[in-house]
């Protein structure tokens, strides 16, 4: 006898007025007034991570229900990704619109735990808009991908606050999505999706009819 399936309970969730109102609706830059649009969005138990119009990354803790603003220095331009990871320390990385990533490892009140907020820069490799960023589970791996095609690693070696950075694949068309697991890198594009091996530098396209 087939088993009888449980009802769809629909939800109705409120805007997050709380977060929303800590965010400014405009900023003033010189005699002028400027929008902020929001722009990226990720989260996890800890973080809410949204990113701006104009290059300010808002991190909301949902345990202190405190609001904390991050930015590049120089120029302001536009976030277009963020990605967070809770592992040993608490990371998010940041892509924006010229191609420029950023890692900020967090502080945190855990003993043993980070006690200084620290960046790492992934410079000169992408010259395009970020659209995917994926981690590791340890912390250890980045890996970000543009709208031209270029796919970056970067390692990161967060006790000596070195990141390096290399081109590790360059595919024809916009990078769409990233996840990593177990060596393995999927990658979605505009055309494809393929398994990127990293120890071997192998590529496995899944599927063989390209995406129109």
Same mark, same amino acid.
């Given at each position: 006898? =087939? ?25 003033? @830059?010189? #005699?002028?007034?400027?929008?902020? +649009? ?12 949204? %990113? ?7 991190? &909301? ?18 976030? *277009? #990704? ?10 998010? =990385?940041?892509? *924006? =619109? ?13 003993? /043993? ?6 960046? #790492?820069?992934?410079? /000169?490799?992408? @010259? ?14 980045? #890996?970000? %991908?543009?709208? @031209?095609?270029?796919?970056? &690693? ?28 177990? @060596? ?12 990127? +091996? *990293? ?14």
């Amino acid at each position: 006898m =087939a088993s009888v399936a449980s009802p769809v309970i629909f939800k109705e969730f409120c805007p997050l007025y709380y977060l929303l109102n800590a965010i400014p609706t405009k900023v003033q @830059k010189g #005699f002028r007034s400027i929008v902020v +649009y929001l722009t990226a969005l990720d989260t996890n138990g800890d973080y809410i991570a949204v %990113g701006s119009s104009i290059g300010m990354l808002y991190l &909301y803790c949902r345990h202190l229900n405190q609001m904390k603003k991050y930015n590049f220095e120089g120029k302001c331009e536009s976030i *277009t #990704f963020v990605k967070l990871l809770s592992c040993f320390d608490d990371l998010v =990385a940041v892509g *924006t =619109a010229s191609g420029r990533v950023a890692v900020f490892q967090l502080v945190s009140s855990l003993p /043993g735990r980070n006690k200084q907020l620290r960046r #790492f820069d992934v410079a /000169g490799i992408h @010259k395009s808009s970020i659209t995917a960023l994926a981690w590791s589970p340890n912390g250890m791996k980045l #890996f970000s %991908g543009d709208d @031209k095609g270029k796919i970056v &690693y970067s390692a990161l070696d967060l006790d000596q606050g070195i990141c390096n950075s290399s081109l590790v694949l360059e595919e024809p068309s916009s990078i769409v999505q990233l996840d990593y697991n177990q @060596k393995v890198l999927l990658v979605s594009t505009l055309q494809r999706t393929l398994l990127f +091996y *990293t120890e071997e530098k192998a590529v496995k396209q899944v599927g063989t009819q390209p995406r129109k």
